[in-house]
């Protein structure tokens, strides 16, 4: 058992394009409190950032891609990283752990992910689909992971978070009157209600 428990067991979610390898929506989470006893721009502890520089980022997933493009397992060991992906069209879904990190927990992230996009994005995974709902596909992120601790792995209630209200539920602005009449007549209304009140509480 790791002597270094910690809720941080996401270093990242990623979302890359495996026709052009370009990022579609990249994630990378960091403990906003370091361990007290960690020194200065350490980046050994759970929960750290092991990537700070988008330059560093930038060359870790051109190898992960590189590198998985080759595989047929959902797991592998890559720069000292457990990653769990899958492929869902012309994308690849990935979650980045720690290289003592429990595979299955990290697994369970990327299935989540998967599942609650192809809830929201009705079967259609795919990189224009993706860019068209980025609001939802970053928001389904965020109720499953926050600061590299998992919160949800159930796609359904990650979906029920996330989804927008339907049509028909949302008030319809083309019934109020907004002509200085009308809105004399709100006042008036405004003030009749309150002066019952009043005089209710006297």
Do not use: C
């Not at 929506?25 to 960690?38: E, F, G, Q, T, V």
């Not at 927008?164 to 004399?184: C, H």
């Amino acid at each position: 058992m790791p002597s270094n428990l910690s809720l941080f067991s996401v270093n990242a979610i990623l979302i890359l394009s495996t026709d052009d390898q370009s990022r579609i929506l990249a994630k990378y989470y960091n403990a906003p409190h370091p361990p007290p006893n960690n020194p200065p721009n350490s980046h050994n502890y759970p929960g750290a950032n092991p990537y700070p520089q988008v330059k560093e980022q930038k060359a870790f997933e051109k190898g992960l891609m590189e590198k998985t493009n080759k595989t047929i397992t959902d797991v592998i060991l890559y720069d000292n990283r457990v990653v769990v992906f899958k492929m869902e069209g012309d994308v690849m879904l990935y979650v980045v752990g720690g290289a003592e990190e429990n595979e299955l927990l990290i697994y369970g992230v990327v299935l989540a992910l998967r599942d609650s996009l192809s809830i929201l994005l009705k079967n259609s995974i795919d990189k224009r689909t993706i860019i068209e709902n980025y609001d939802l596909v970053s928001l389904a992120i965020d109720e499953i992971v926050d600061d590299g601790i998992v919160l949800e792995t159930d796609p359904v209630i990650v979906a029920s978070r996330v989804s927008r209200p339907p049509a028909q539920d949302v008030p319809s602005v083309k019934n109020i009157d907004l002509s200085e009449q009308g809105l004399l007549n709100i006042w008036d209304y405004g003030k009749q209600k309150l002066a019952d009140r009043m005089r209710q509480g006297l």
